[in-house]
């Protein structure tokens, strides 16, 4: 029988002591010099999909304030500040972190890159954010799961967001995690206090050594361990402040915190009609409130090693954008019955003219999640649609654009149905025209 886990103790020194030494993710200035790296939660389209309901904050002028809440080496900080800088947007960003280390290399990568919007801290954001709030669009990715507490960490960050404002949000998953625990568990057992390089080198000689049966063996979701260095390795397996959720705790941490949960990402991993095929269950799956299909679908999946998600205030009435037919019209999910047709459509980190190829060959997507594939048919006018996205046409001037030029009715449903897949996969997101 396994012994039950022994508490942890509460504090965040051993935290900071640990990011002090191998700060994470493991990065070099002067790899700006290649590349940007963008991810979820947090890259500005996403953004304004998922947090302002198409409502682009940094389109009018007006100043935004933006908080990366535990940033890290700044992979975050960075894509926030450049992707503002991009987009001309009146931006101010806040930086808060435990660690010293990480903030130099934060603060390194800002530099190389010419980014003048970050204003640095070192320190605790459970302590601070309300300081330097209130923002706009908090991110924190990968930090509330090392919090002693992080129910009160999420609150204080819910405390200093604006009213109309929401966050990105990634904490890890339970399920896709199997194996992680049971060699933290391990290293419990031999060392509790043993911390740094010490705690590294037996965990390398503890991994070594494991059975072939052993649950992180048989684990080919994580790979931190493997691919990122010592600091991955570190960071999944020896982390002695971690917890991790399933759907329904995620559910009840937005909830206390007095926030709503508006999407997973991606939308599509989360639909449990994907991963079945009996036709009777299928419908079952497809009959279930939100939170029980999310919840069955990391049951299904099995992949979900972690949760990325957005938040607003539980008050807040935006929505993620959705459209469909009404008659002969496409409508957006928004008050005032909003056309779609005057709506701008743009890609997510997808080569638009590689997808447009690639659908025009076959009329169908094949998106693949973590060893899962789902492969989804588009209406015909698919390529075409997705080869004039520009990020500024309208969905009426991509129509206009055709010759000769299609029925509104017909293209306006195939309009629908790309949209309804491709962002499901977070591929395709829309935004109002005047923001
Ligand atoms: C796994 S790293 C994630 C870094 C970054 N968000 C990313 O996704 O690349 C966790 C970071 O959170 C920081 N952290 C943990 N607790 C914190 C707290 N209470 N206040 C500020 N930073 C914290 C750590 O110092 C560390 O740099």
Known sequence: MSRPRKPRTENTSRTRDQYETFPYPERRAEEEDQRLIAGSPGDWGEVVHYVFGGRDPGASGE??????????????????????????????????????????????????????????????????????????????????????????????????????????????????????????????????????????????????????????????????????????????????????????????FVTQAGLRLQSFVEPLRYDPVIYAANPAIRQQMADLAPQARHAMAELLAGNITKHIFYVVKGDSKTVVPAMKMQGAKAVMNMPGNVGASGMVPYLGRVDGAKLAASVAKSAQIKINFNGFSVTSKLPPASAAIISRIDGSRSFEDIRQSFSPLPDAQPFYAQVVALFSVLSAANLMFVRYQSA
């Open 63 to 252: 100043p935004i304030r933006i908080l990366v809440a535990g940033g890290g080496t700044g992979d975050a900080l960075v894509m926030l500040a450049q992707q503002a800088r991009d987009r001309g947007a009146n931006a101010e960003i806040i930086y808060i972190d435990l660690s010293e280390a990480s903030r130099k290399i934060a603060e390194s990568r800002v530099a190389r890159r010419g980014l003048k919007n970050v204003t640095f801290v070192n320190g605790s954001f459970v302590d601070l954010a309300a300081q330097y709030g209130p923002f706009d669009y908090i991110d924190c990715c990968g930090v509330l799961h090392h919090l002693p507490d992080p129910d009160a960490g999420l609150r204080a960050l819910a405390q200093s967001l604006k009213s109309g404002g929401g966050m990105g949000l990634m904490v890890y998953a339970t399920l896709g995690r199997t194996g992680v625990y049971h060699m933290q568990e391990m290293m419990e057992r031999l060392s509790a206090e043993a911390g740094g390089r010490a705690r590294l080198d037996m965990g390398k000689a503890l991994f070594e050594g494991l059975p072939p049966t052993n649950w992180l063996k048989r684990n080919p979701f994580v790979n931190d361990h493997i691919q990122g260095g010592d600091a991955g390795f570190y960071d999944l397996l020896l982390h002695q402040q971690d917890r991790a959720y399933r759907v329904d705790e995620v559910y009840a």
